[in-house]
């Protein structure tokens, strides 16, 4: 299973055995994984990490691969806060990636709710 914390250091260019920025790191993991459950993924009652023990499959089931983008939603917006590129132009195209990428997590949870059986009295 993959860690959060982990996964996210590794794209940022951070070793897993490089704790000094677990804290800041972890924190903007958190306020995405927040904004992720504003817009109807991952647990309804919330998710946040504390360490590198939580994984990818606590936040979303194994068997919604349609929302494994996710993860590329996080990263990017995790970079931003995190290390953001000097350049306007690749900020700028990581905005527009990330607003892709949040169009279409939100489109994916919602194809992805169970849908409830609408009970008719006879």
Request: proline share 4%; charged share 25%; no cysteine.
């Amino acid at each position: 299973m993959e860690s959060i914390l982990t996964s996210i250091k590794k794209l940022l260019g951070i070793s897993e055995t490089d704790t000094s920025f677990d804290t800041d790191i972890t924190m903007d993991i958190n306020t995405e994984l927040a904004e992720l459950t504003q817009i109807g993924v991952g647990p309804s009652e919330g998710f946040s990490i504390e360490d590198a023990t939580a994984v990818w499959t606590d936040f979303i089931p194994n068997n919604i691969k349609k929302l494994e983008f996710v993860k590329s939603y996080v990263h990017l917006n995790v970079k931003l806060i995190f290390d953001p590129p000097s350049s306007s132009a690749v900020i700028e195209a990581i905005n527009r990636k990330i607003d892709k990428l949040e169009w279409r997590i939100q489109v994916a949870a919602d194809m992805a709710e169970p849908k409830e059986e609408v009970i008719q009295n006879e």
